[in-house]
């Protein structure tokens, strides 16, 4: 078993992957059911920055991070501008951004940390989540990975952030790509596929195809291709191969809604043990 969806108490579903040790790491893909946002946002937006009621994402958010046994005044979350920049947050940086969006580590897209017990969280609704673990040095990254991320390779440059900061060697770290919007339903002009043409020329051709003269981007193949390139084994990647826009009625999508929704999470903490 890869991707998973595990009914927990109140609605709220985690997507799991099976590639990480309960033990050692919690984890989390959220869905959009069983918070208490109204329409768009229904149900359980984490995202303070869409046009939700804060009260609202500050509610779903306790919901979530309670549904894993973690604090939700201790969730740490980056600002998430598509760039490609990775930040190494503490024990200092607990809570930022868990109640005020401004609050948030500012112009970031990645985060990393070795502390136990420091949630880090990310918001998407169509973008591409990429988590890691690595179980010798104890150390997790989430990356935010929409077309600009990934195009600038915010996946290498996350994973190698780990082994400059721990010590992280690809060849044992664990990887998992989350649910994205696919190929079939995100289409991309020319100046988009011109750029992962040149960003990628060893496989452009398995993440992009035409159809009917318009170009489809596979962004989770993308992310795939590119952490198999940086080092990480085969045995040691998981991917969800879940369509956000498909799966509209478990998770947000920013393209399928009219850009008017809310945001699922993903959610990484250390076990202390």
């Known amino acids: 078993m890869s991707y998973f969806l595990q009914h927990q108490q109140n609605n709220i579903w985690h997507g799991k992957f099976s590639l990480f040790p309960e033990a050692a790491v919690a984890h989390c893909i959220s869905t959009r059911l069983g918070g208490v946002s109204d329409k768009p946002y229904a149900s359980l937006n984490l995202g303070l920055h869409v046009g939700d009621e804060p009260s609202k994402v500050r509610d779903n958010r306790r919901l979530l991070l309670q ?39 500012p ?65 044992e770290c664990l990887a998992a790509v989350g649910p994205a919007i696919g190929a079939s339903c995100y289409t991309v002009g020319d100046e988009v596929a011109g750029i992962f043409r040149q960003n990628f020329p060893a496989y452009a051709d398995k993440i992009l195809t035409a159809t009917d003269n318009v170009w489809h981007l596979d962004l989770a193949a993308a992310n795939r291709y590119e952490l198999l390139d940086a080092g990480i084994l085969p045995e040691n990647l998981e991917s969800a191969e879940t369509c956000t826009a498909c799966e509209n009625q478990w998770y947000f999508s920013h393209r399928k809604e009219g850009g008017h929704t809310g945001r699922h999470a993903a959610v990484m903490a250390l076990r202390r043990y």
């Open 67 to 105: 549904s894993l046994n973690l604090k939700p005044s201790a969730v740490c979350t980056p600002e998430q501008i598509h760039g490609d920049k990775v930040a190494r947050v503490t024990a200092q940086d607990a809570g930022r951004g868990s109640l005020d969006y401004a609050d948030c580590i």
């Open 107 to 171: 112009g970031t897209d990645a985060l990393i940390t070795s502390e136990p017990e420091l949630p880090l969280m990310l918001c998407y609704a169509d973008c591409t989540p990429i988590l890691f673990f690595d179980p010798e040095n104890l150390a997790i990254g989430i990356a935010h990975g929409g077309w600009k991320g990934t195009a600038a390779s915010i996946a290498k440059k996350t994973l190698l952030s780990m082994e400059i900061e721990f010590g992280t060697k690809p060849e």
